[in-house]
């Protein structure tokens, strides 16, 4: 990271680099667009000469939904798998534009400026083996208490509902299932501020888990929930475009760009608030 | 069939009278009137009398039964035999018929618990005389067969007909872990087919009596039930008929309960139970429900508070003073969604969302079976869309009028109709075997829903699209109403919906029922060119003068549409067309043929076309070719690419790190 030099903890905001979240929003879009493209080309190819266009599969019913499903079973079938790839890709080689933001935001250049776009994905691409690590550990301990908990709470309802009855055994075991989903999120945060400390401490391996356990662990209930309100703060876009999305059901034109719009809005904020938690975890972390 | 020629319209008889030893090729009757409850019965024919005692013993999940029943010939001809259903021996092991079948569906799964009833006696009551014991001659199974689930009773004198004989009646039910309806889980109980019950005999001296399959329910008479269930004192009870006596003794709560005018008697108990009551259109109804589904409960509550009336007001007034809803505990699942006279269970988890429609479905569809299986009465085993294919499309016209297009989910932004999946569904299964066969010859318990449950709803449905909601409302309310208790076939359904909608419609649904009849709209080609002069060699007034073709001086175009109709089905569809300014205009089929081919000249070109635009052919197997356009009109889906875009979208940022 010759020529670059660590912003003030201050200085390290989301809502200074829009063209970095713009990025990621762009990596996720290209991703995304890899795998509509070919289901909208199917619909396409069926109801490309409807004159409403593919209107009818977004009628209220889901009639020609269902008829189209059916009919192109087996032409869907590829297109899960490929979902499925991309989704896994997402996964692991989105580690590059998330490292890459982290170090947009936390790094400039001498003469104050950003740091660019190739500089940020250099950096991105050496942090690459530790953060792969981390995914491989963290994920392992994220899974692991998630089954745990899955455990305990199956155990939990089995041993109490003869005696509280289904409904109420299945309510506390779900209260038990959330403690361990509450603990495998505080591992999520854990996970972020390690990923923090590789990017920006140049940490590796167990020493940035331990970096960024020692941070979590002076403050964790604040640092759990600067994650958590961002987290519930996303859902709630997403919650009201699907009501939008609702009233607008099949329409086309005008309503359909009014949609188009509102849905990038909704990820494009999504992205904000994805960006300004790892600004948090990056301020958070004991910088060299 | 005497009370169906009693109830023929009046219009019909009359045509009849008048060209006697013709067959009247019948139109459509707009005055068929609609039979009201005027026409209803008072009561149906009390053929067999049930008087029982039920004695719970939770320990050992036995019942143990005694009492007597009384039936009466009824037929045409006397008769030297009985015949009893002992289903609950479908549990008893591997070799019943109905575990041997497992064709799929609900009851596959092998039991956790066998079941199984011995019947200790049954005895004739002659009158001046000392009890007859028929059990020891009594012929559990068929030779080769080791189903024991259908007993054959050998009189020891003729009852003829009009004769009444009285049966004392012993026996013991070893109840299975909840299977195919029935049977206990922990405390809980679902006691349904838990009698010797008398099959039924037609007219005709024919006994309608039949193993328990696999994918079959029920038939029997009608009659008065009896019955006192003698249950731990900390057991809440529900039950067929109301509550005429309640009393504690010896730790016990001792319950009686008494119908008329039904076929079957089911019972639950449970410790557990919390209940929910409400009258509804003068209907006292009870919910029973598990601890922690209250709010589940209450959805069931208002399905009935709106299906109630709906179904008395459409199929005739619900003629009995209860109602009882039970919703069985999630470990019980099987005892869910099944419908017994004046008593249903419902199904769904205590925690589903509003929008997700199962337990109102469940009710609405549970309910409807209070007028098709329970009072029309069809024969379950023969003929399974007269009760299941029948009461689906009343519950998807019910859960329509109720719920809308979201009648099954309706879910952030998601609307599935009840309807759709009907139609698609039935559509699967078009080609693989006949609506209209008894149960046991469906190959699959797949086949037997495609088509027995969604094939019959998405017919029914088409008939009331196409020809309109009233007609079908008014054929089935008078069909509902006619052969109320009087045991109809297929054949009377077909002829309540001719005398009201005509041969064709009728024609349509024999076709869709007993032949696999199916239907394919295609909007096989649409062309538009720039009209041109007509060119060639022409002779006029004694010159030949030729004419190169060309633009022709007046413009305009020339297009043609053409649409086909696949399949043995045939429904008149409008066909829309856009033109090239935006325009529209619809052009009418009347479906018969195998093509329609529209040619014009107009100032505009055409753009596209569409077959049944207003989706009224339910039943159309293809929905994707219905439409075309004309060469050069664009083949692109934006509004799938820009949802499947933003969902994967939100797909990636979830997975993302």
Known sequence: MRQLFLRETDAIRARRHPWALAGLWGWQSALAVTVSWPAASLVGATYGTHPRGDGPLWDAGGHALLDFVWHQARGLAPMRASTEIALGVAAMIGLVPMAAVMIAMAYGVRDRRAVGLVRSLEGAARAMPSLLWLLLLMGVAEASTLGVGALIAAGTHAGLSDAWGEARAERVAIAVGLVFVVLASGLGVVHDLARAAVVCARAKGLRAIVLGARVFGRAPLPMWWAWAWRALSALAPVLAAAAVATRIGGRGGGALVVLALLHQGVVLSRVALHASWLAHALRSVELP | ?657
């Open chain 2, 1 to 657: 069939m005497i009370a169906a020629v009693r109830r023929a319209p009046y219009s019909a008889l009359l045509f009849a009278l008048v060209m006697p030893g013709t067959t009247p090729v019948r139109a459509a009757n707009p005055a068929a009137r609609a039979l009201d409850d005027a026409a209803l019965p008072p009561h149906a024919e009390d053929v067999v009398d049930y008087t029982l005692r039920a004695t719970l013993d939770p320990p050992t999940h036995v019942v143990h039964g005694e009492g007597t029943i009384a039936w009466r010939n009824t037929s045409g001809v006397p008769t030297r035999e009985l015949w009893l259903h002992l289903y609950l021996n479908a549990f008893k092991n591997d070799s019943s018929t109905f575990l041997r079948e497992r064709v799929g569906g609900r009851g596959s799964v092998p039991p956790e618990d066998w079941g199984w009833v011995d019947v200790r006696k049954l005895a004739l009551r002659d009158p001046g005389g000392s009890p007859i014991d028929l059990w020891s001659t009594a012929e559990l199974h068929r030779p080769g067969d080791p189903d024991e689930t259908d007993v054959r009773v050998p009189l020891p004198r003729e009852v003829a007909p009009g004769d009444r004989i009285l049966l004392d009646i012993v026996f013991d039910d070893k109840l299975p872990i909840v299977v195919e309806r029935t049977g206990y889980r922990d405390s809980f109980y679902m006691v349904g087919q838990w009698f010797p019950k008398i099959a039924r005999l037609e007219r005709d001296g024919r006994w309608a009596h039949f193993a328990f399959h696999h994918l079959s329910e029920f038939y029997a008479d009608f009659g008065t039930y009896d019955v006192t269930i003698d249950v731990p004192e900390q057991f809440a009870v529900g039950a067929t008929g109301p509550l005429v006596a309640s009393r504690l003794a010896d730790r016990r709560r001792i319950e009686r309960h008494v119908q008329r005018d039904v076929h079957d008697f089911a019972w639950t108990a449970w410790d557990q139970y919390r209940t929910l009551r409400e009258a509804i259109d003068g209907v006292d109804v009870t919910l029973l429900f598990p601890p922690g589904y209250e709010r589940v409960a209450r959805r069931e509550m208002a399905a009935v508070r709106f299906a109630l009336p709906y179904y008395s007001a459409r199929y005739g007034r619900y003629p009995y003073d209860v109602l009882t809803v039970v919703h069985p505990p999630e470990d019980a699942q099987e005892a869910g969604g099944m419908e017994y006279p004046t008593l249903i269970t419902g199904d769904g988890p205590w925690w589903g969302p509003a929008g997700e429609r199962m337990p109102e479905m469940v009710t609405v569809h549970e309910l409807g079976h209070q007028w098709f299986y329970g009072m029309v009465a069809t024969d379950e085993h023969s003929w399974p869309l007269l009760d299941e294919g029948i009461n689906q499309f009343a519950e998807v016209d019910a859960m329509a009028k109720w719920r809308g297009d979201g009648s099954l989910v309706d879910f952030s932004g998601l609307l599935l109709s009840d309807a759709a999946v009907q139609a698609v569904g039935g559509n699967m299964g078009v080609h693989d075997e006949p609506v209209a066969q008894a149960a046991d010859a469906f190959s699959t318990g797949g086949s037997y829903e495609r088509l027995v449950y969604a094939r019959t709803a998405a017919v029914v449905g088409t008939l009331a699209r196409v020809y309109g909601d009233e007609p079908v409302s008014r054929a089935l309310g008078n069909y509902a109403r006619r052969y109320r208790f009087q045991h109809p076939g297929p054949e009377e359904l077909i002829g309540a919906f001719r005398d009201v909608m005509g041969d064709r419609a009728a024609a349509s649904l024999r076709t869709a029922l007993f032949d696999k009849g199916w239907v394919d709209y295609v909007v096989d080609g649409v062309w538009t060119h720039e009209a041109e002069r007509e060119a060639g060699v022409f002779d006029h007034d004694g010159k030949r003068e030729k004419i190169e073709p060309g633009p022709s001086r007046a413009g305009g175009w020339d297009s043609s549409v053409l649409v086909r109709r696949r399949g043995t089905l045939s429904f008149p569809v409008d066909v829309e067309l856009t033109f090239a300014d935006g325009s529209t205009r619809r052009e009418r089929w009347d479906g018969d043929g195998d093509w329609k081919r529209w040619t014009w000249h107009g100032q505009v070109a055409l753009r596209t076309a569409v077959a049944d635009p207003g989706d009224r052919v339910l039943v159309d197997m293809n929905l994707g070719n219905n439409h075309g356009a004309a060469p050069g009109a664009g083949a692109w889906a934006p509004r799938t690419f820009e949802r499947a875009t933003y969902w994967m979208q939100l797909a990636v940022q979830a997975v993302s790190p």
